[in-house]
């Protein structure tokens, strides 16, 4: 079992940088898979970014790929994601989740493969 919750959203100017963190209650966090996705209203949860279990391996949709980076400090038990040159069409909320079995690289990026998620933090990115 997996708790987590996120932090560090909140409103910023386009082209503005943010910290997102995920905190992560359990023993076992070192073996779980890590996710960020986002939610705008209306839409639905879109694949960020994701890291595998030791943080040897990182994965990041097309439209985030240079701006964004997927970390994770395992003795903290919490994955990071930073996020520069934010865009307006970025503001959502996101949403950190773990996963704790095996999974092809296809699958990061599915939310299906994903047992644990966070209530989200707003991310708000003004014109």
């Known amino acids: 079992q997996v708790q987590l919750v996120e932090s560090g959203g909140g409103l910023v100017q386009a082209g503005g940088s943010l910290r997102l963190s995920c905190a992560a209650s359990?023993?076992?966090?070192?073996?779980?898979?890590m996710g960020w996705f986002r939610q705008a209203p209306g839409k639905e949860r879109d694949f960020v970014a994701a890291?595998?279990?030791?943080?040897?391996?990182?994965y990041y949709a097309d439209s985030v790929k240079g701006r964004f980076t997927i970390s994770r400090d395992n003795a903290k038990n919490t994955v990071y994601l930073r996020m520069n040159n934010l865009k307006p069409e970025e503001t959502a909320v996101y949403y950190c989740?773990?996963?704790?079995?095996?999974?092809?690289?296809?699958?990061?990026?599915?939310?299906?493969?994903?047992?644990?998620w966070g209530p989200g933090t707003q991310v708000t990115v003004s014109s």
């Open positions: 989740a773990a996963a704790g079995y095996p999974m092809g690289s296809a699958s990061y990026s599915d939310t299906r493969s994903y047992d644990y």
């Open positions: 359990g023993r076992t966090f070192s073996s779980y898979a």
């Open positions: 890291i595998t279990w030791s943080g040897g391996g990182t």
